[in-house]
């Protein structure tokens, strides 16, 4: 499941979806490819602490508000690291 956080006062997302890059990368798809299968937008009401959303293939999107994610429980080295 792709979980994306956004900011407290975020009305849009725009986010790709991480079932959908794994799917295409373990089919060898072009990346451009998969960016655009993967790719995911839409609104979120201002009010919204969650919220749900689905890529174009129907995987569930979570959107969470928040300063910042909360730390990783189990570090995932295929996860971008910010230092």
């Known amino acids: ?5 956004i900011s407290p006062s975020a009305t849009s997302f725009s986010c790709l979806c991480e079932t959908c890059i794994e799917r295409a990368r373990q ?3 072009l ?3 998969a960016l655009m299968a993967a790719s995911v937008r839409g609104t979120v009401a201002a009010e919204a ?3 749900f959303a689905r890529c174009p293939s129907g995987h569930e999107i979570t959107l969470r508000r928040g300063e910042r994610p909360p730390a990783l429980l189990r570090p995932d080295e ?3 690291q910010l230092k």
Do not use: C, K, P
Not at 1 to 5: F, L
């Open 27 to 29: 089919e060898g798809l």
């Open 31 to 33: 990346f451009s490819d």
């Open 1 to 5: 499941m792709t979980t994306v956080w």
């Open 78 to 80: 295929r996860q971008l």
């Open 49 to 51: 602490e969650v919220a």
